[in-house]
């Protein structure tokens, strides 16, 4: 079983006969069951098919969330492995399915070693694969243990993406992403079958198993010695089952052993308490904490689940909306905390009358937010990030241009990624297109290149209505059909609708007032636009046949983002009254609505253009506002991660995703361009303006849009205030943002050197 990384209350289960359920843990409710059934059986191996019509029983061996809760996968313990899209709520989908190792399943895990999320997975084969989440392609394969392999942890550290494997006789193996073999080699203690797992802050690695004669380990290792640092007392020496164990929080550890949950804390070897939750319990018992430490799930007898509470998730049980008679826990019920003969000499236990704390001693907790105990880790971890100051640090080409502009107001890369258009304060395009040659094979937008900036032999420019308006008080829109073959566009007077291949005018529309503010495409029908407006509403037009379709209101202040999703098919819009909206497009009404808030650090947020843009899972969406930028669900507008400037810090001027959705690159007004990763909105990298900016240009010049290449990931553009536009890329030598720089000496032993764990006891 395993919770959900955000929604702390949600526990997926798999069963011995292949099931697999959503539970939500308050109420008791099951949002989502699925039985084990075959996909395509035609494209599975004939040794798979074979041991399923011999033996037709299969369980879970292993169910896990990937880290942003956004997909799960599922070991079963024949061949199979199964992943499944999350949406939210109980839309769950089947995504992909592998046949994955000759033998059981025995354990997954999920990374990003090159920015792609991937899954491993290991089996009775004695193989760890590695595959593309997203289209089931093996990535990469890794042999060399002698018995099955019975668990893998993936981990990052020092931004270096390795892995550990372990065997059933107890043969420990590290690996880097590439085809070199492991790294590292040691025995787990005893030779134990066992899992290893860091813990919430990555900086302390544990593991716990038990040997075939039933004894059972439980340790910490020293991560720069590779060898074993502490071994926890107080499990049994007559385990029928391999002992299994969770972290939380960074203090406490739990095992399922001799049909009781036993706690210890990290620092100290001695047993902190023991729990039997009203007994009822297997020998070996499965446990589980939710990420924030608030609940833990253990199995018990009877195909039951109990879910134990401590403090923090007692308060969320009192203020659900589900009162006491209807919280029945996951299966069965949902349990107070129990504990039984408490350690006497654990001092600092936390133990009271209603049982033990498994978060520390409330005597001395002043903290009543739990979530800014994570704080100081936060800051340490955000201090990890790359600068770049000078020219030679980065790949950037500023655009060569002969026509005289102003501002940038509005950029974007074609779909094909062969090209950049660029929308002036002046009301006119520009089109730099890259030819496909020799010294640019791929045909791609690329800093090594320059590029043409395109006009037709006509000599014809696109150039938007600026009848009577003000070049000051433009709010332009852009948006590019995905043909790439029409561009719909605005700057404060009528909306224009151009060819992409001879420039022409095919038809403008839509006088002011009200102006158009915003323009985004509808994903179903090219002819259909939504078009934001100055007065507040949102018009669906259709323009082949120049009819409004529908007319939204729900906006206080002017439209100035808006982004589709054709998976929830809905409609995200923002303005600058700092509100999202979220609008079903099967009936064009709106589904919800709320408002951006910044930190505590900043005041209730001020009116400012705000945009709104899908992740490329089409079901979170990235909000901007210029103190802050976040990450919203959308079917519940929940906010999930969010980053906000200091107080007296450079407003952002605008922040895209990647074209994976794995970085967010965000621009200020003082020319600093921040890097983030998106998963967990930490800074991976800085671009300073002077690594793009010459030194003797004025100090006011700065971007004011940023947009991403649609297939490279570490590529970007910045639209300047002096009419300019300039493309980033890392150094070859680095291939991504974020890396460290280091000198490289020409050995091809340079990396295991400095391998996160140091040596262990083998063959590094």
Not at 55 to 71: E, K, Q, T
Not at 130 to 138: L, R
Not at 351 to 364: A, F, K
Request: aromatic share 8%; hydrophobic share 40%; proline share 4%.
């Amino acid at each position: 079983m395993d919770f959900h990384p955000v929604q702390q209350t949600f526990l997926l289960v798999g069963t011995d006969v292949g099931h697999v359920g959503l539970w939500e843990v308050i109420s008791g409710a099951k949002l989502f069951s699925s039985k084990f059934s075959v996909q395509k059986t035609t494209t599975k191996s004939t040794t798979f098919l074979e041991a399923l019509l011999k033996d037709p029983h299969v369980s879970v061996n292993r169910i896990l969330w990937s880290p942003d809760g956004s997909l799960f996968g599922v070991a079963y313990s024949k061949h199979i492995v199964q992943l499944y899209s999350y949406h939210g709520g109980s839309n769950i989908r089947k995504q992909l399915e592998i046949d994955a190792h000759v033998g059981g399943v025995n354990d997954l895990a999920f990374s990003r070693p090159n920015g792609e999320l991937l899954v491993i997975t290991c089996g009775d084969d004695k193989l760890i694969q590695v595959w593309d989440v997203t289209t089931g392609a093996k990535q990469y394969t890794f042999q060399g243990h002698e018995a099955p392999v019975y668990s893998v942890c993936a981990h990052v550290k020092e931004r270096i993406h390795f892995l550990f494997s372990m065997s059933t006789n107890g043969e420990i193996k590290a690996w880097l992403y590439d085809n070199l073999g492991s790294r590292v080699t040691n025995e787990a203690p005893g030779h134990c079958c066992a899992r290893m797992a860091y813990s919430a802050d990555g900086k302390r690695l544990f593991s716990c198993g038990t040997t075939k004669d039933g004894e059972s380990y439980f340790v910490e290792w020293d991560v720069s010695e590779g060898c074993v640092k502490r071994t926890y007392q107080g499990l049994q020496n007559c385990s029928s089952d391999v002992v299994q164990f969770d972290t939380s929080n960074n203090r406490f550890l739990a095992a399922g052993d001799d049909h009781l949950i036993k706690i210890w804390d990290m620092d100290h070897v001695g047993l902190l308490t023991i729990i039997d939750a009203d007994g009822g319990l297997p020998a070996s018992p499965y446990v589980r904490f939710n990420t924030k430490g608030t609940f833990l799930a253990v199995f018990a007898d009877h195909n039951r689940i109990k879910i134990l509470a401590n403090d923090d998730g007692l308060q969320l049980l009192q203020t659900s909306e589900y009162n006491s008679d209807n919280a029945h826990g996951v299966l069965s019920e949902i349990l107070r905390k129990l504990a039984n003969n408490p350690i006497p000499t654990a001092t600092g236990a936390g133990v009271t009358d209603e049982g033990v704390l498994l978060d520390g001693d409330s005597s001395n907790s002043v903290d009543e937010n739990p979530e800014l105990a994570a704080e100081p880790d936060d800051i340490l971890e955000v201090k990890n990030f790359s600068e770049v100051n000078k020219p030679s640090q980065c790949q950037s080409l500023r655009l060569p241009s002969e026509v005289k502009t102003n501002k940038i107001l509005r950029l974007i890369y074609t779909n094909a990624g062969n090209a950049i258009l660029a929308l002036a304060s002046n009301g006119s395009h520009l089109l730099w297109k890259w030819s496909k040659d020799e010294t640019n094979l791929s045909g791609k937008v690329t800093t090594k290149v320059l590029p043409q900036l395109w006009q037709p032999r006509s000599g014809l420019l696109m150039t938007n209505d600026f009848t009577g308006i003000n070049f000051e008080e433009v709010l332009s829109c852009l948006s590019l059909s995905k043909n790439d073959s029409y561009v719909v566009s605005a700057s404060g007077g009528r909306i224009s609708l151009f060819n992409m291949l001879s420039f022409k005018t095919m038809k403008s529309f839509m006088p002011p007032p009200p102006a158009a503010t915003c323009i985004a495409f509808y994903p179903q029908d090219n002819n259909i636009i939504a078009v934001g407006m100055d007065d507040s509403t949102i018009l669906i037009y259709y323009i082949r046949v120049d009819k409004v379709i529908s007319i939204l209101k729900g906006h206080s202040k002017r439209i100035t983002g808006l982004a589709f999703s054709n998976v929830l098919d809905v409609l995200v819009s923002s303005g600058v009254d700092a509100q999202v909206v979220v609008w079903d497009t099967t009936v064009w009404k709106k589904k919800k609505s709320r408002l951006l808030r910044p930190s505590e650090r900043l005041p209730l947020v001020v009116p400012s253009n705000t945009h709104v843009q899908f992740h490329h899972d089409q079901i979170h969406f990235l909000a901007v506002h210029e103190t802050h930028i976040a990450i919203y669900e959308t079917t519940k507008l929940e906010c999930l991660k969010q980053w906000a400037i200091g107080p007296f810090c450079a407003r952002i001027s605008h922040a895209t995703f990647s074209c994976d959705s794995q970085l967010i690159y965000a621009s200020f007004l003082d020319g600093t361009v921040l890097i983030f990763s998106a998963s967990d909105l930490l800074l991976q990298c800085e671009i300073n303006p002077t690594a793009y900016l010459p030194s003797d240009i004025s100090s006011s010049i700065h971007p004011l849009v940023v947009a991403a290449h649609p297939q490279k990931p570490n590529q970007f553009a910045l639209g300047l205030t002096d009419g300019g536009v300039v493309i980033f890329e890392p150094l070859e030598s680095e291939g991504k943002w974020g890396v460290m720089a280091s000198v490289d000496d020409g050995s091809m032993n340079r990396m295991p050197m400095v391998f996160p764990l140091g040596c262990f006891k083998g063959d590094a």
